[in-house]
């Protein structure tokens, strides 16, 4: 089974950019699809962006026309490129495979204000 590991957050003001990095152990081309998801201190874990195998993407409303995610198959990795970050995109992020994923450590991000 591949599994994902999550780098690439940190502290960062409001309007500023991060990019996320989830590298597979192995190779990506036995999953179909990777989705990032994120959760802030006490609430639920939410979804955020996702890309399948074909280049097709799938964003949350709160993150479209500020985030991008894309996929590496040659480095065996997904990124998530955030721009014009807010406060309230503060939360733990994870990547998960589909199918067949379990959930890593994650990556904190904090945005200040």
């Known amino acids: 089974q591949v599994q994902l590991v999550e780098s690439g957050g940190g502290l960062v003001q409001a309007g500023g950019s991060l990019r996320l990095s989830c590298a597979a152990s192995?190779?990506?081309?036995?999953?179909?699809?990777v989705g990032w998801y994120r959760q802030a201190p006490g609430k639920q874990r939410e979804f955020v962006a996702y890309?399948?195998?074909?280049?097709?993407?799938k964003y949350a409303e709160s993150v479209k026309d500020r985030f991008t995610i894309s996929r590496d198959n040659t480095k065996n990795t997904v990124y998530l490129q955030m721009n014009k970050l807010k406060p309230e995109d503060t939360a733990v992020y994870y990547c998960?495979?589909?199918?067949?994923?379990?959930w890593g450590q994650g990556t904190q991000v904090t945005v200040s204000s």
């Open positions: 998960l495979a589909s199918p067949g994923g379990s």
């Open positions: 192995g190779s990506m081309f036995s999953i179909d699809a």
């Open positions: 890309i399948n195998a074909g280049g097709t993407t």
